[in-house]
């Protein structure tokens, strides 16, 4: 039974960091793609990053840029989101999900992505 487990999310003030964790289980972690996905109040849930089973970073949404980091390690089977320079609109229910089968073109798709976890709030006051 595949399971991920996400941690990490709580209310933080604009300007502050978090650093989500995603635990797997039930899966054999190195050989899938893992991604961030987020979805606000009202609104439809997006991409936020992905990265590939070898740790390349194969999507990062132009909105995280420069501020939010995917990363994985293989022998703890995590992958994490640092998240620095939060803003108000970073607020939301925070979703880790892995991929057997990601590919150029496809790295933000969210349908390729197979597990998900139950998700963590993250809320940003401004």
């Known amino acids: 039974q595949v399971q991920l487990v996400e941690s990490g999310g709580g209310l933080v003030q604009a300007g502050g960091s978090l650093r989500l964790s995603c635990a797997a289980s039930?899966?054999?972690?190195?050989?899938?793609?893992m991604g961030w996905f987020r979805q606000a109040p009202g609104k439809e849930r997006q991409t936020v990053a992905t990265?590939?089973?070898?740790?390349?970073?194969?999507f990062s949404a132009d909105s995280v840029k420069g501020r939010f980091t995917i990363s994985r390690d293989t022998a703890k089977n995590a992958v994490y989101l640092q998240m620095n320079s939060l803003r108000h609109e970073d607020t939301g229910v925070y979703y880790c999900?892995?991929?057997?089968?990601?590919?150029?073109?496809?790295?933000?798709?969210?349908?390729?992505?197979?597990?998900w976890g139950q998700g963590t709030q993250v809320t940003v006051s401004s």
């Open positions: 999900a892995a991929a057997s089968q990601l590919y150029a073109g496809t790295y933000s798709r969210e349908s390729k992505f197979d597990y």
């Open positions: 990265v590939t089973w070898n740790g390349g970073i194969a």
């Open positions: 039930g899966l054999t972690f190195n050989v899938y793609a």
